[in-house]
């Protein structure tokens, strides 16, 4: 049974960083591209990062790039969202999803439950 368990979201000053992970298991890890997608309350889904199945190529929403990075332990079955100057409007909850296969094609067939990220002085 395929599994994905985010952690990692909590409640932040603007300016602040968290570090999200993402749990997988059920499945190889190494072999498939994984993602992260956010909602804000009120909204709907938002592609946030994506990373292929070796860790080599990522990619960013313009809304998150260059305070966001994308990793992945495959020897861990981990995903990761290091988050840095967090912004008000980035309070959403944080999903992960395992894309078809090893190349980042933005077609997922699992998600996690998500973690809670909220923004807020």
């Known amino acids: 049974e395929v599994q994905l368990l985010e952690s990692g979201g909590g409640l932040v000053q603007p300016g602040g960083s968290l570090r999200l992970s993402c749990a997988a298991s059920?499945?190889?890890?190494?072999?498939?591209?994984m993602s992260w997608v956010r909602q804000a309350p009120g909204k709907g889904l938002e592609w946030v990062s994506a990373?292929?199945?070796?860790?080599?190529?990522?990619y960013y929403a313009d809304s998150v790039k260059g305070r966001f990075t994308i990793s992945r332990d495959n020897a861990k079955n981990t995903l990761y969202l290091q988050m840095n100057s967090l912004k008000t409007e980035d309070t959403a909850m944080y999903y992960c999803?395992?894309?078809?296969?090893?190349?980042?094609?933005?077609?997922?067939?699992?998600w996690g439950q998500g973690t809670q990220v909220t923004v807020s002085s």
């Open positions: 999803a395992k894309d078809i296969g090893p190349i980042i094609g933005y077609e997922y067939n699992y």
């Open positions: 990373i292929n199945s070796g860790g080599g190529s990522t």
């Open positions: 059920g499945f190889t890890f190494s072999s498939y591209a």
